[in-house]
């Protein structure tokens, strides 16, 4: 049983023990390995690690975006690895302080993090998670995994890692060579985690998992390998995903009934009673209200709803889609995604393996991400030097079947209104951030069709002129919005112009929660639904202060601010704006949040589950074939026990979900990924 502990002194991070291994390696040789950081071709950071004997410490800075972590690390081992003492201090990617501290000492494990603090016994030194760490940490685990010769350990503060081997590669740069092994680290965090070791151990590089805004750390010199890990890691995961969907979509010849289930119909707003849906081929076949119980004929499928409600399937409209992401959003019952800033190649090839079945994913519809050229560039797809390098991005993203073009913080103000044009021009729309040094209101007149984050919005009322959004202060700038009032000029003519020129926003709401009330040692209220059934990495991740805090009031300034951020979508409801849910996450669970904070916002429920399926379909321009269950369309829907009519939070808990001819259950697929089930799957039976 652990016991919260008070936070440890310097003293205890010294310990007596960590003393007498410094003594005895006093004269061990200090190596350092230095590695850089890798970002869509470009630096955006480094890592220096200086060993000597048994202490590590490492100093880890990224730039990325306008933002990134920058800290030191110390850690300590024995003669014989095991790991004795682990502190990190500094500052988390948006400013949040880091102060963490490991002992083991005398057969107890005492720790103090952001998230919690402990002290157990621990008769032998085992794994620690670290809450904020560096590259450098999967090194550090796999050591310890190498030494028992297991494949899977028990970890502090709990659950469970597993490290798989992948195979073995060389990083090559001219004449140097280094030998590595691959290895993949899977039960810390949402995803597995790939990186090499060199022959003595020693991390030699970390690859992503998946995903196009993630980064290559490599020993420096070798940076030139970069684009070549980063096709590696796309293609580990890729056999990891495939064999997953291989695994997880049940698909059937016949026609699939589903009995004794209720309809929400998004169109009408209300929920039917019981019926019987078919579907064939993924497509609805048959919709019969008078007889709900199946009498199925030889190879049918029937699927006992037990009264429960088929819900058409969610979107999320802000989404960054990774071949990992696919299994959280059809696990949550999204089954439509707007990806609004990604490797163009990638998504392409992403959203056609997600349509043709080979993986497991929503419905995407592709976003063309636009960056401009500054110190502050977000280092992501196409960063453009001039307007005419701008305009000829924006045509080749409509050449390659984009729905709509996104600006992002550090594009001109003044290539705005051409590159709205040359978009629309060629069928395109145009969303994205407000550029710096530019106004929602111009943004608007320039030619936007929505804008991306509700913070985007807002910051135009709230920031001075001149002040850069391109760091972030276009987060914590948001603490202003206590002192707002929603009468303000400002406000009103903003509201004003997206009426007469029908600009929507894409919300994303849920992601500002997330930052401005995150405390540490505390789990937020929209995380707390889910967060329990999480591996412990990502439980630990989520329970600590992105934000800065220092400054007197602070605290209160942000709670107050984030209440000022859902009475504007109530505001923007009530003037007719429509909005778009979002979430700039990827884990279906904040989709789930998002709809809770639109009921908070005073929007009807009925209301909220028609911007998240039909409304959102009007928008993209499908909704001929999806985003309500009728004959004809596309079978993406799910089942939840509950009306979520009655009560907005009936959404999670997903028994089944359908995304066209494949059924899933996300009991399955939650196990796959090292979380514990919600729910059970409803009786399946085929004659």
């Known amino acids: 049983m652990n016991v919260i502990v008070k936070a440890c002194t310097k003293a205890l991070c010294v310990s007596l023990l960590s003393v007498a291994v410094l003594v005895g390696q006093a004269s061990a040789e200090t190596k350092t390995k230095t590695f850089s950081v890798i970002s869509n071709g470009e630096k955006v950071g480094s890592l220096k690690a200086e060993i000597k004997g048994g202490v590590t410490e490492l100093d880890y800075i990224v730039r990325n975006n306008g933002r990134g972590p920058k800290w030191t690390e110390r850690i300590v081992t024995n003669k ?66 190498l030494k028992t010769k297991r494949d899977e350990l028990a970890v502090l503060p709990g659950g469970t890692m597993r490290l798989k081997r992948i195979g073995s590669d060389q990083l090559k740069a001219g004449k140097n060579t280094i030998p590595v092994d691959i290895y993949a680290i899977s039960g810390v965090d949402l995803t597995p985690s790939f990186f090499m070791l060199d022959k003595q151990g020693d991390l030699a590089a970390t690859v992503p998992g998946g995903s196009a805004t993630e980064s290559v750390t490599i020993r420096e010199g070798f940076e030139s390998e970069a684009p070549r890990l980063e096709a590696l890691s796309n293609k580990l995961t890729r056999d990891m995903a495939e064999e997953l969907q291989s695994k997880l979509a049940h698909k059937f010849d016949g026609p699939i009934h589903y009995q004794n289930v209720r309809i929400l119909d998004t169109e009408k707003g209300v929920t039917s009673g019981l019926a019987r849906v078919t579907v064939f081929h993924g497509k609805i076949a048959a919709i019969d209200y008078d007889d709900p119980v199946a009498k199925p004929r030889e190879g049918e499928v029937v699927i006992d709803g037990e009264g429960g409600v088929l819900v058409p399937g969610l979107h999320d409209m802000h989404a960054h ?183 929507a926003l894409d919300t994303t709401t849920v992601i500002l929660e997330r930052l401005m009330l995150s405390r540490a040692g505390e789990i937020a209220e929209g995380d707390a639904a889910y967060l329990s059934h999480a591996p412990i990495g990502y439980q630990r991740y989520r329970k600590r202060t992105f934000v800065p805090l220092d400054a007197p009031g602070a605290d209160d ?131």
Do not use: C
């Open 557 to 687: 300034e942000y709670q107050l601010g984030f209440k000022k951020l859902v009475e504007v979508m109530g505001l923007l409801y009530g003037n007719g704006i429509q909005m778009l849910p979002g979430t700039d996450d990827a884990t279906g669970f904040t989709v789930h949040r998002e709809l809770e904070l639109y009921a908070e916002a005073g929007i009807p429920n009925a209301e909220v589950m028609r911007l998240a399926t039909l409304a959102a379909e009007k928008y993209l321009k499908r909704d001929q074939m999806l985003g309500s269950i009728k004959t004809g369309k596309y079978a993406d829907f799910f089942l939840v026990p509950n009306d979520p009519l009655e009560d907005i939070s009936n959404v999670r808990g997903a028994k089944l979900v359908s995304r066209g001819d494949s059924i899933y259950f996300p009991s399955e697929i939650y196990e796959a990924l090292a979380f514990k089930p919600f729910s059970q799957p409803p009786h399946l039976e085929q004659h």
């Open 80 to 145: 014989n690895g095991d790991l004795l003492e682990w502190s990190v201090q500094g500052e988390s990617t948006f400013g949040g302080a880091v102060d963490e501290e490991y002992v083991w000492k005398d057969g107890r494990a005492k720790w103090r993090s952001q998230a919690d603090s402990g002290d157990v016994e621990a008769v032998k030194p085992g794994v620690y998670i670290a809450n904020d760490t560096s590259p450098w940490s999967n090194g550090v685990y796999a050591k310890v995994f």
């Open 321 to 503: 889609d990774t071949m990992w992401s696919g299994l959280f959003y059809i696990a949550a019952g999204v089954t439509a995604t707007r990806d609004q800033g990604n490797d163009p190649e990638m998504i392409i090839k992403l959203s056609e393996d997600y349509d043709a079945g080979v993986l497991a994913g929503p419905r995407i519809v592709r976003n063309g991400f636009i960056e401009g050229r500054s110190n502050y560039s977000a280092r992501v797809a196409f960063i453009a030097d001039t307007l005419e390098q701008g305009l000829d991005d924006v045509r080749w993203y409509a050449d390659h079947g984009f729905f709509q073009i996104k600006l992002y913080n550090s594009i001109n103000p003044e290539w705005v209104k051409p590159m709205a044009a040359e978009a629309h021009r060629l069928g395109m729309g145009v969303t994205g951030h407000v550029p710096a040094f530019m106004s929602p209101d111009d943004a608007i007149l320039a030619g936007y069709d929505d804008i991306a984050h509700i913070n985007q919005l807002e910051l135009g009322w709230l920031l001075k002129e001149g002040e850069d959004t391109r760091t972030p202060l276009r987060l914590t700038g948001l603490a202003r919005g206590a002192h707002l009032s929603l009468d303000d000029p400002k406000v009103k003519r903003t509201v004003a112009l997206m009426k007469e020129h029908g600009v």
